[in-house]
């Protein structure tokens, strides 16, 4: 037994990311404000040097810490996109945060804390692990959001998500309470053991037990109705913390997600698909029809960030493997189109001032044409038009939908997606069809630049040859069901 | 028995009411003395189950340290806690609602309570006997082995605890004088004293 | 190499569409040019390996869909017809990039038509190079729509447009049979692999199918699903309307899309898919009549048109006839060498006509024209070359493939090979005469345009010269170089495994020993038909219009197209038209608005606001309503336990 506790092996990337980040903030203490840029860049090397360790790891299935650690396929697939949205994050806060004044070393640290806990949320494989890894997680991001401490809405955003983190968090450790009452044990093979031996009859406390632990995870990923804190962050976080909010910690929050209800609670697929399928619907409601009369971009991303995860609820209320590979195949294709349209969203100066109203975006096709295609595409790509990224996104677990006899739920998606066609399709309409307003700032820089090109073309070409990531997704879904 | 069973009600019963206590009385100061006064009694029930060291740490950091620090600055801050139960009333009927109704299913669900059968074999059999180690032994046994990982986590959410508490409020304000104190002592007595020839009776 | 030369176009589409702004109009013009011409000098050697040294092979890029047992694999696959193929399309295209860049010199869009000449080179590329139905259907409505694109080319002209559109259409007609036959053959041989495919099709030769309820032989019905697609891709009799009307676009994109390549795409896929067409011989008879009917029926309607461009683009339905009616007698190898030889005289008489009309400053009607020999004598030179070789006379290119496409007819020595032989003659004999009244009438006699334009009139330059050269070569030799290898004592060797006739089918043999008379009639006729030119345009040039005046009803019946135009006007379009104005009034406006979209849309809005509504900005609403929403799943968690236990 305490031989195999400290087998770091499958654990290296996070030690390594831990003692990186602990030193960066060393190197920014020592060095003083001045050296924001030069940690920010030593951040993204950090990022890259894990997901290299990450890469090196052996892919097969591994327990470390006394089975509080799991290393599989899924947990590599969802580490590299969690990886790749906190760096894509870090290099588009760049210039935004010397403009805006609060460019400040601790920015991309506590952003590397944040990727820490996130990576350990994806590896948790102990309840007590969970907890811990999103405690880590979110209190970095409660930070990062009213890190504009002068600005009353970035303050009042961050108070906001602490304070129902907070309850999430009681919510979560309730339910884990109650689970640990009933299985004695926290660990996730243990329980799932305990809920295979007793699946005739299972206690009550055990089915509450899953549904405030389910209840505490949707609102990490800002699923609906437990998406309300995720407007008014979003709008008042600065505008790269939003990004990074949007991407890295729903990737995180849903993996986590798919783990808890597929490892321990797997045998109760029964009670938690229902569970899934009501989130998703309310939350492809919510995100449809409350986006349509929101004048701020930011705030549309937010209802925006709300459907989509509705979307990919759909995958996992599937209940199967096929489920799985969808919801991970939709948010890898999210995360690029969301970083695509936060980027373009960055380049949204006028006069050296931020613009957040959509209204500013007319006619933005004649001034740059290149931002205002990144957003058109980016805006196609999720409101599902082929062959654009998200349209393949959306396929995979509309089919794994029907495939698992959940057909009102694909059609729900279905119309649901119409109606979010509509404010996509608005934005594309400002952008190309009416007069230009005030010119934006140029240039927009080039990390930025280089970003938003990046994951633009993603989008646009992912269709050539998306069977590299559906393969992978498939092994990492397989993964899951297999261990 | 009798006496333990007596001795766990009875801080039961004043933790709850205490935990309302602090949700419920208008003067902020006293919701912290109640909160003070749940800790003492989440402490006793500590005690009541052999858990000595979990009892201390709770009296002394949460009751030595965090009330009290609750209490400065609820003092110091001068909240009208009035004003913010304004909606009260208005929410009261289906906040009251939903309340109970979460209420009557917990209740019903702690009526309906079972162990799995095999949990005692899978959670129980790793704690040693209370008899054999005191349990702060015991603790210190598993901390650094067992749970290394997440007592390392929890380090670090301690760390990331208070880099938050420094970027959100430390200011580098200027024209503030700050203590040295390595300046202080270094000071050659020249730059501080300067002896004056006086002639007697002359005045200044 | 092999896959460079497909992916070539492609780049260069990309830079000169996407990078335009930075290009300009010249760069944009050299990374076209350079990437078809490099495509095209590529071809060359792959056209040495495979074809003529037999080295065929498939390279598998990357497996696009895998789904179940339905795998599409993006492939390039060289055997000696998709060699031949790149050859013919990269060559020409190159030759028709580069007059372009002289043609469209005062355009304002130069690099959006290079990036679509570019666009379509790949997308026909890919067509031809394809190893499976997936990607056959791939470069099918690519081609489709880079030929929309660029008949559309210039969108502030109506007529354009609407040409576009109706090219369009009349083709979603021909790919939704297409695209039938490709589900239907999948669902008789479970794959989409041509390999696979035609492995199968002798197997499976008398099975019966279940078509719109009725028991149908597969092969066949496949067959001629698939046959209806090429039909509307090479405007084929029915179907070829859409074609006269392309001559809207630039005159380099009726010479590359609408005359050498993509048109002639039915005609490939006919000989791609040889091993299935050989097992249908009911389909193949129904090809050969097709194809008969339409080189007659267009070659008459060529008679009398008075737009030049319209003449030559009857002419090429007309020839597209021939192509398939040879490839409905089983001598696939014919068709595609009539096939090559065509591209190279067909766009080289397009790419002289647009010189005409460059001249003459964009006048296209040849009742204005006249008298141009002396202006400008290279483009009249060129245009006989071009003419004849599409008559078929000794030893221009298009003597060699037509006879032999009328030796085959006459030698498959059944009923509709008969019949196609004696509609070819008759054919032959119109397309001589038309050519040659195209001649007179744009060269010979007085100019009857104005002076103005006369003045104007000048030789093209030389960047649009060049091309056309390398085009007439081919016209003149084309035909003797390939004879020995497509259809002569080579042959057999020469198609190797990429051509399947069944030895039953030897109309090619036949034709080879067919009596003198027919070997020569062709001939003959073409000399008769030029003869008569002479003598109404030349000799007599008021006797035209007394025929046409005699002979009122004929001359008009053929002038208005057989009337195809105004009976599918009759027949489908205005009654859709009605159906859809009635549909719209009533049922669309004041049904389906009413309750459907206006009023869904209302709700909508309704319901957004609403939903906005829901954040009131407030925490404790916030966090109230996430207790709500713990409780409500709760019980429904509890409600469902209950009902499950």
Redesign the interface.
């Known amino acids: 037994m305490a031989k195999d506790i400290l087998v770091l092996g499958p654990a290296w990337p996070e030690v390594f990311l831990a003692c990186a980040a602990m030193a960066l903030l060393m190197l920014g203490v020592f060095r003083g404000e001045s050296s924001a840029r030069l940690v920010s860049w030593l951040s993204v090397g950090a990022l890259a040097a894990t997901a290299l360790l990450l890469s090196g790891t052996t892919p097969e299935r591994g327990l470390t810490f006394g089975g509080m650690f799991v290393i599989d396929s899924f947990a590599v697939f969802m580490k590299m996109l969690v990886l790749l949205g906190s760096a894509l994050a870090i290099v588009m806060s760049l210039d935004f945060n010397e403009r805006e004044k609060i460019a400040r070393f601790e920015y991309p640290v506590l952003f590397l804390f944040a990727t820490l806990g996130m990576m350990m949320m994806v590896s948790a494989s102990d309840l007590i692990s969970l907890y811990l890894g999103l405690e880590l997680q979110s209190l970095s991001l409660y930070v990062v959001a009213a890190f504009r401490r002068d600005s009353i809405r970035s303050t009042e955003a961050g108070l906001k998500y602490f304070v129902l983190g907070a309850l999430s968090s009681g919510l979560l450790l309730y339910g884990a309470s109650l689970i640990y009452g009933f299985a004695g044990t926290t660990s996730f093979a243990g329980i799932a053991r305990i809920m295979v031996d007793s699946a005739g009859d299972m206690p009550l406390g055990v089915v509450f037990g899953v549904v405030f632990i389910a209840a505490a995870l949707a609102f990490k990923v800002s699923a609906a109705p437990f998406h309300m804190w995720t407007p008014d962050v979003y709008e008042g976080a600065p505008t790269p913390v939003t990004a990074f909010f949007s991407v890295a910690p729903k990737i995180a929050a849903v993996s986590l997600l798919v783990r808890v209800l597929v490892e321990p609670f797997g045998p109760l697929v029964g009670a938690w698909q229902q569970i899934v399928v009501a989130l998703a619907v309310v939350s492809m409601l919510i995100g449809g029809f409350a986006a349509i009369y929101q004048t701020n971009i930011k705030r549309l991303m937010a209802y925006s960030s709300i459907g989509h995860i509705g979307y990919a609820l759909v995958g996992l209320a599937a209940g199967d493997e096929t489920g799985v590979r969808g919801v991970l195949v939709y948010m890898s294709i999210y995360l690029f189109m969301n970083v695509a349209a936060f980027g373009a969203i960055l380049c949204m100066r006028q006069q050296g001032r931020m613009v957040e109203r959509i209204d500013d975006l007319s006619g933005l096709a004649k001034n740059q044409p290149m931002v205002a295609a990144a957003l058109a595409i980016s805006m196609f790509s999720m409101a599902g038009i082929p062959p654009l990224a998200g349209f393949f996104g959306k396929l995979y677990v509309f089919l794994a939908a029907i495939s698992a006899g959940l057909y009102a739920l694909a059609v729900i998606g279905v119309l649901t997606s119409v109606v979010a066609a509509y404010y996509y399709l608005r934005i594309v309409k400002l952008m190309y069809f009416d007069d230009p307003v005030d010119v934006f700032d140029q240039p927009i820089g080039r990390p930025l630049g280089l970003v938003l090109a990046g994951t633009s073309l993603f989008t646009l070409l992912f269709f050539v040859y998306p069977a590299p990531l559906i393969f992978a997704a498939g092994l990492a879904a397989a993964a899951l069901y297999a261990g | 028995m009798i006496i333990q069973a007596l001795a766990f009600y009875l801080f039961s019963t004043v933790l709850i009411a205490a935990a309302v206590m602090v949700i419920s009385a208008r003067n902020p100061v006293h919701s912290v003395l109640f909160l003070i006064l749940a800790f003492f009694n989440a402490a006793g029930l500590f005690v009541l189950m052999g858990a000595e060291f979990l009892a201390m740490i709770l009296v002394v950091v949460y009751v030595g340290a965090v009330a009290v620090l609750f209490l400065f600055v609820v003092m110091m801050l001068d909240i009208d806690f009035s004003a913010l139960r304004q909606g009260f009333l208005r929410y009261a009927p289906i906040g009251g609602l939903v309340g109970i109704v979460l209420l009557v299913e917990l209740m019903w669900m702690a009526t309906v309570w079972a162990v799995a059968p095999g949990a005692s074999e899978v959670g129980v059999a790793r704690m040693p006997a209370a008899a054999q180690i005191p349990n702060t032994q015991a603790l210190g046994l598993v901390l650094y082995t067992r749970y290394v990982y997440v007592f390392q986590a929890a380090g670090l959410v301690l760390l990331v605890a208070m880099i938050g508490a420094i970027v959100l409020t430390l200011r580098q304000r200027e024209g503030v004088r700050r203590q040295d104190i390595a300046r202080q002592i270094s000071r050659p007595r020249e730059r501080s004293v300067e002896l004056v020839k006086m002639p007697p009776r002359a005045g200044v | 190499m092999y896959t460079a030369v497909v992916l070539l176009p492609l780049l260069g589409a990309i830079a000169a569409g996407l990078f335009a702004p930075w290009l300009k109009d010249r760069g944009s013009q050299i990374v076209s040019c350079g990437a078809v011409g490099l495509s095209a000098l590529l071809s060359l050697p792959i056209f040495y390996q495979v074809a003529l040294h037999g080295q065929s092979r498939t390279i598998e890029l ?3 869909i ?1 789904s179940g047992a339905f795998e599409f694999v993006w492939a390039v696959k060289f055997d000696t017809l998709s060699a031949v193929m790149v050859l013919v399309v990269s060559v020409v295209s190159s030759m028709i990039h580069v007059y372009s860049v002289g043609y469209m010199a005062h355009d304002k869009s130069i690099p959006r038509f290079m990036a679509y000449l570019n666009l379509f080179t790949f997308f026909m590329l890919a067509l031809v190079t394809a190893d499976n139905f997936g990607q056959l259907f791939f470069g099918w409505e690519g081609v489709g729509l880079a030929s929309y694109l660029l008949i559309g080319f210039w969108y502030d002209r109506p007529s354009a447009n609407a040409a576009a559109i109706k090219a369009f259409l009349v083709n979603r007609i021909g790919d939704f049979g297409f695209a039938l036959g490709i589900m239907g053959v999948f669902l008789v041989f479970g794959s989409v692999q041509f390999d696979t495919v035609f492995a199968a099709v002798p197997g499976k030769a008398n099975d019966m199918m279940n078509f719109l309820g009725y028991q149908v032989p597969a092969i066949t019905t496949l067959c001629l699903l698939l046959f209806v697609g090429a039909m509307g891709k090479s405007a084929q009799l029915g179907l070829h309307t859409w074609l006269p009307d392309a001559m809207e676009g630039p005159t380099p994109v009726s010479a590359l899309i609408h005359a050498a390549t993509m048109v002639t795409a039915g005609v490939f896929m006919v000989a791609r898919l040889s091993p299935m067409f050989e097992y249908a011989p009911a389909a193949l008879a129904v090809v050969t009549v097709v194809g008969a009917s339409t080189a007659l029926f267009a070659a008459s309607v060529g008679l009398v048109q008075n737009d030049i461009k319209r003449v030559i683009a009857y002419s090429t339905c007309s020839q597209l006839g021939y192509m398939f009616f040879a490839a409905g007698v089983s001598a696939y190898g014919v068709a595609i060498f009539h096939l090559m030889t065509h591209a190279f005289f067909k766009a080289l008489l397009f790419l002289v006509s647009g010189s005409v009309i460059h001249a003459l400053s964009g006048e296209q009607d040849m009742r204005k024209m006249g008298g141009l020999r002396r202006t400008i004598p290279i483009t009249y030179a060129l245009m006989w070359i071009g003419s004849l070789a599409l008559a078929g006379i000794p030893f221009f290119a298009g003597y060699w493939s037509k006879d032999a496409i009328l030796d085959a007819a006459w030698g498959a020595h059944s009923g509709v090979g008969t019949y196609a032989f004696w509609l070819g003659i008759g054919a032959a004999l119109m397309t001589a005469f038309y050519s040659w009244r195209l001649i007179f009438m744009t060269f010979h006699g007085d100019t009857r345009a104005d002076h103005h334009v006369m003045e104007h009139a000048h030789e093209s330059p030389n960047v649009m010269l060049y091309p056309l050269y390398v085009l007439a070569a081919g016209a003149v030799l084309a035909g003797m170089i390939g004879h020995h290898f497509f259809v002569g004592g080579g042959q057999e060797q020469f198609w190797g495994e990429s051509i399947k006739v069944l030895p039953q089918h030897d109309a090619l043999e036949a034709g080879h020993h067919a009596p003198f008379w027919v070997q020569w009639l062709p001939v003959a006729v073409a000399i008769i038909g030029i003869g008569i030119a002479y003598g109404l345009y030349i000799r007599n040039p008021e006797l035209p219009r007394q025929l046409a005046a005699r002979f009122k009803p004929l001359y008009f019946f053929l002038l208005n197209k057989w009337y195809f135009d105004e009976l599918y006007d009759l027949l489908f379009v205005n009654p859709a038209h009605r159906l859809g104005l009635s549909l719209w009034k009533k049922g669309d406006g004041d049904i389906i608005d009413g309750y459907g979209p206006d009023g869904i849309a209302a709700t ?2 309704r ?6 509504l ?2 009131t ?1 407030y ?20 409600y ?2 209950g009902r ?2």
């Open positions: 990357f497996t696009w895998q909508t809005v319901l957004a606001r609403r939903a906005s829901l954040q900005g925490i404790y609403h916030y966090a109230f309503a996430m207790l709500i929403g713990v409780v409500v799943l709760a019980t429904a968690a509890w469902l336990l499950a236990g």
